[in-house]
């Protein structure tokens, strides 16, 4: 094996534990000594985790059984990954990065933790995050923000950024974020990794921590497409415990050839920098002359959509973040009165960027305005919807870059929510669609002399992951 062990994708350390070439213990070991000496730099992980002993042998167990004949392990037995802080992991803190729930102790595992588990993967640590999953940046933690490894005067993007920075440095094989407008595909993009937001009920929201719960899906960051299908495969089903999960067959499998009809809104793609549409041009002009077809479409309501998102997405935050009142969960501050409670407990636990969502969402639900806003945004979001459908009538797959720009620097936006806001512009469709996303990394754009990874974003019609991973596949070179 040339690579250290720390650097492997998926596919290849679980080759490498079957071929004898490495131990689930030193595979562990490569990642955990990569993180201690990268996270004080990076701080991608918030809390690095013992070693699960009894976890590795018998991940090594079930490694040695299949070497011996027995049965076959899952690729993911024995895989370190990096999870993010707001999906639950039984007796370990999940804090979604936020003062509120710094010291709340998960008493349970969430279903897609429970799927690892039985798969026998690992658990380095609490990857950092936007509080709340509010955010593109990671400047919005409570813990500092994370550092893009490829240049850490830049942010790895939100609000999974800890999730990519810890895959994207090699302090993890692959790491577990969710998407609730874009938060695994844009830190995905801004650091080099592929990233997917499945189609919406693909994956159990059990035990993750609430943001917009008719957007939210956890997915994969991986370093290549067949790591993120690998994981995807393992996470996704319907289960008892989220009611909103997809029952088996609810999509029939879309019969494709072997190369697919890739929509084109140019239109929509105007204000990208220029040499982040020239990587777009490029990879285009790549997948056309492999075969697969352009073709040009109009999405006349994508204009709208960000806005419909900050309308949508803030009403359901405000609803899921009302739990936090200091009397059933995390940080309980105790005033004269109980609304002094209240005030006393969420003016300290929550940081300014859920603040002002919560603000906004209480507004736009209010009884003044649910009409003019609320119920206005959920009406284009039906638009939104038709014309996707519609789209998906002449394409296969639908083409974005991923960001308007490579890796912003610390600060640039962070003062102006609204500039914030536009790195989600391609982004927030699929979650108000529901239907399943990819970015794919599709070369560099130089910024201040340093080669930053740029991503171009695929959306397929409901339930038809296989698409994106087959165009991704296509972008990258690989063979699934
Ligand atoms: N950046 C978006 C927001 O701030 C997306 C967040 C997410 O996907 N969790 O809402």
Not at 67 to 79: D, H, M, S, V
Request: proline letters at 6%.
């Amino acid at each position: 094996m040339t690579k250290p062990l720390n650097e492997l994708t998926i596919t290849e350390a679980a080759h490498a534990l079957r071929a004898g070439e490495c131990t689930v213990r030193e595979l562990w070991d490569a990642c955990m000594a990569a993180a201690k000496e990268r996270n004080p730099e990076l701080n991608a992980y918030i809390e690095l985790f013992d070693a699960d002993e009894a976890a590795i042998a018998a991940a090594q167990e079930r490694i040695d059984a299949e070497k011996n004949g027995g049965e076959a392990a899952p690729q993911l037995c024995g895989i370190p990954l990096a999870i993010k802080d707001n999906i639950l992991i039984k007796g370990h803190i999940a804090s979604a990065a936020s003062k509120m729930l710094a010291n709340y102790e998960a008493t349970y595992d969430a279903t897609v933790i429970q799927k690892l588990k039985e798969a026998g993967a690992l658990f380095l640590g609490r990857a950092n995050m936007d509080e709340f999953a509010m955010g593109s940046s990671t400047e919005h933690s409570t813990y500092g923000p994370s550092r893009n490894p490829h240049d850490p005067s830049r942010v790895p993007g939100g609000s999974s950024g800890g999730s990519a920075s810890a895959a994207a440095a090699h302090m993890a094989i692959a790491a577990l974020g969710t998407d609730t407008g874009g938060s695994i595909r844009q830190p995905a993009a801004h650091t080099g990794l592929v990233g997917l937001k499945p189609t919406y009920g693909a994956v159990s929201r059990a035990g993750s921590i609430a943001l917009g719960s008719s957007l939210d899906q956890i997915g994969p960051l991986a370093k290549s497409v067949a790591d993120a299908k690998l994981l995807f495969d393992t996470l996704k089903g319907r289960d008892s415990y989220d009611a909103t999960t997809n029952p088996d067959g609810l999509f029939p499998p879309r019969a494709h050839g072997a190369h697919l009809r890739i929509g084109v809104p140019r239109s929509f793609i105007e204000d990208v920098d220029a040499d982040v549409k020239q990587a777009f041009e490029d990879t285009l002009a790549r997948l056309k002359h492999a075969g697969h077809t352009l073709v040009d479409i109009e999405l006349p309501t994508s204009t709208y959509a960000l806005p419909v998102y900050y309308v949508i997405m803030p009403a359901e935050a405000s609803t899921n973040l009302a739990r936090y009142d200091g009397i059933r969960y995390g940080l309980a501050k105790r005033g004269a009165t109980l609304l002094d409670d209240y005030v006393e407990t969420k003016t300290e636990g929550f940081g300014p960027e859920t603040q002002r969502r919560i603000l906004l969402g209480t507004f736009v639900l209010s009884s003044g305005y649910i009409d003019a806003y609320y119920r206005k945004a959920e009406a284009a979001r039906d638009v939104l919807r038709a014309e996707y459908a519609k789209a998906f009538e002449s394409c296969d797959v639908i083409a974005f870059p991923t960001t308007p720009s490579p890796a912003f620097a610390f600060g640039e936006k962070s003062t102006d929510p609204v500039s914030m806001y536009l790195e989600d512009i391609f982004t927030v469709t699929a979650n108000l669609t529901g239907m399943p996303a990819i970015s794919v990394p599709m070369g560099t754009a130089e910024r201040d002399g340093v080669a930053l990874p740029v991503g171009i974003h695929f959306t397929a019609p409901h339930g038809d992951e296989a698409a994106l991973f087959k165009i991704g596949a296509a972008v990258t070179g690989e063979t699934l």
